[in-house]
């Protein structure tokens, strides 16, 4: 069976997460979105690994897999996947003495390297990776160079490529080659247009949690998708006071001084995967495919300020009503279907589909964009 999966997940606990964020609001959300597998989230956090003994909770079916992030030295984030809570436990116990406050961050800062990290992780039978790999300043590739050097001695056992890359940024580094890539939506509210903003296809031979975690370590990823890496803030090398872009070529002859204004040139992310990949090297992957959320594509086709106003969310009910899911809605039903209940996000969902969005790159700090060509 193929099932989508969302792997990474805030806490109310976790710092600028919604208050919303609750297990059965989150669970209602994977319903709406299309969700098989949700990560918990924070589960070394003793408050919210409480929160899913509530027998209360209408699971709808959906598979949670213990999941975690932690900040390790250098302000490096690891991602985490447990069998179950009794290993995130254990996590927490020995991680304890090196952090201040793993009792109350859910997501904690850990004074360990990254190395050391991976060690506890694997001890107590759980999988690591690189969080959101190529972010400037607390992705793995931000700060090193490779893999060994952050992670010593250790294993990874997969690449979260997060929202500022995609498969293209990663598939031409030689290193990675035997290492799955997981494309996860670091949400920090239940909202629909935040879960599973990035998601990931599996094929498994059931739902259960070891099913599910076999089938990331064995690279039974089927699709990935998510945003546009061009719609990052960091991107494109550019300029942080004039957000002028340039080359790398161009940003190394003038010294990463901006000649117009003389402020810092800032390495984009792009750059950066292409500095890292080797010439002409690749490797076979997963198709990924470029989404925003539906609501968002409700929101540009109204003219709408926020996908929230009253329109939008009508609008986005016939959708879920009609279609089942948003993921549905994005991926699968036929647009001409889609066109009958709206002719302008029927053609949008074609154009995302295709590849015919225009994309108008950040750097430098500032947000990219792109448009929807309704033509
Ligand atoms: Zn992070
Ligand atoms: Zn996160």
Redesign the pocket.
């Known amino acids: 069976m193929i099932l989508n999966a969302d792997f ?1 997940i ?1 806490s109310l606990f976790s710092m600028a997460a919604s208050k919303d964020m609750r297990p059965q609001k989150l669970l209602d959300s994977c319903v709406i979105k299309g969700i098989d597998v949700i990560g918990s989230g924070d589960a070394i956090h003793p408050k919210w690994r409480q929160m899913w003994d509530d027998p209360d909770i209408n699971y709808h079916g959906v598979t949670i897999i213990p999941t975690a ?1 932690v900040e390790g030295k250098g302000k490096v ?1 690891h991602l985490i996947l447990m069998k179950d809570f009794d290993t995130a436990e254990n996590i927490y116990s020995e991680m304890t003495p090196f952090s201040r406050n793993i009792s109350t961050g859910g ?1 904690p800062h850990v004074a360990l390297t990254g190395e050391r990290i991976a060690e506890i992780v694997h001890n107590n039978g759980g999988y690591i990776g690189p ?1 959101h790999a190529f972010t400037p300043w607390t992705g793995m590739y931000g700060k090193f160079e490779s893999i060994t050097e952050c992670y010593g001695s250790e294993v990874v056992d997969f690449l979260e490529l997060g929202l500022s890359a995609d498969t293209s940024y990663a598939a031409g580094i030689e290193e990675l080659k035997e290492i799955p890539f997981l494309s996860n939506s ?1 949400a920090h509210s239940p909202a629909v247009n935040k879960i599973a903003r990035e998601f990931n296809r599996i094929k498994v031979s059931s739902n259960s949690v070891k099913d599910i975690i076999s089938a990331v370590l064995n690279n039974r990823i089927v699709l990935n998708a998510g945003f546009f890496p061009e719609e990052g803030k960091y991107n494109r090398t550019a300029c942080t006071r004039c957000f002028r872009q340039f080359s790398a070529l161009k940003a190394e002859s003038f010294n990463w001084k901006c000649p117009d204004d003389g402020g810092a040139i800032k390495r984009g992310v792009h750059d950066r995967a292409k500095y890292l990949s080797k010439e002409g090297f690749t490797t076979k992957r997963p198709d990924y495919v470029h989404i925003i959320p539906l609501g968002e594509i409700i929101k540009n086709v109204l003219k709408t300020s926020s996908p929230n106003t009253k329109g939008c969310l009508k609008l986005y009910a016939e959708f879920i009503r009609e279609f089942d899911n948003e993921i549905n809605v994005l991926l699968n039903v036929d647009p001409c279907e889609l066109s009958e209940l709206n002719a302008e996000v029927g053609l949008a969902v074609e154009k995302f589909r295709s590849n015919e969005i225009i994309l108008h790159p950040g750097g430098g700090g500032m947000y990219g964009n792109f448009e929807i060509p309704y033509r």
């Open positions: 990474h805030h992030e984030h997501r969080a670091d």
